[in-house]
């Protein structure tokens, strides 16, 4: 199954508006895709420059946000996460794929995750791959407070018990809700780096369960970590 690449455009054709109330993240003019996948809001023009770099010690494994000096990431669209006691009333995943070109520890993970309405906490794990898919997690922690979709560029850091990862191997970082009927909807941000179509995977209770390859602009993220 196939997600496009963007389709932000306010007005396209085969979106779905939803009417939100005031304390849905603070934001006006929320949508959203009309199979849910794509969440966009109108832009709060606030931004503070955030990155994934790493400090001193650390050395960057992965890492594709941009060095544009508003922002780090998209401000305004993301992929869908959210749980079946949302608003969107469906369970929505994300899993972002990155292959370390040397053999590491990573320590730090960084993403841009962004606030709509409900709880606001998403789950985060690293995990391994499983057939080009999403495996077994290797490490896991809990997001919260999470800033309003349409600012930017804030990010996401968390350290994590050093998880050792192999060079030329592929790893995901997945993104969903902390339990499956959690009432979050967030949104993990586009990265305006590499605006290409790419692989990744994704769950959406609708269409099923376990994890569906896509293809579409990956969500912003960093990993980072020792070598040995």
Known sequence: MRRTMRGLIVGLV??????LPAAAGNQD??????????????????FV????EPPSGLVKIYDNGSKYSLGVYWCCNGWTISGTGSQLGFQAAEAM???????????????????????????????????????????SFTVSNLPDLGGCCTTEI???????????????VV??????D?????????????QT???????????????????????????AGKMP
Do not use: C
């Open 14 to 19: 085969g979106w779905m508006i939803l009417s």
């Open 29 to 46: 003019g929320i949508t959203v895709s009309k199979d849910g996948q794509q969440t966009t809001a109108k832009p709060a023009r606030q």
């Open 49 to 52: 420059r955030s990155s994934f």
């Open 97 to 139: 794929a990155f292959t370390p070109s040397a053999n590491a520890t990573v320590t730090r993970i960084g993403l841009a995750i962004s606030y709509i309405s409900g709880d606001n906490e998403v789950a985060v794990s690293l995990n391994a791959d499983s057939g080009g898919l999403p495996g077994a997690s290797l490490a």
């Open 158 to 172: 968390e350290n994590v018990s050093g998880i050792a990862v192999t060079a030329g191997t592929q790893y995901w």
């Open 175 to 180: 993104v969903q809700t902390t339990t499956p």
């Open 182 to 194: 959690s009432t979050t909807w967030a949104a993990w941000n586009e990265n305006d780096t590499n």
């Open 197 to 223: 179509t790419q692989p990744f995977a994704y769950q959406n209770s609708q269409q099923g369960s376990g994890w569906f390859p896509t293809e579409g602009i990956l969500g912003a993220f960093g990993v």
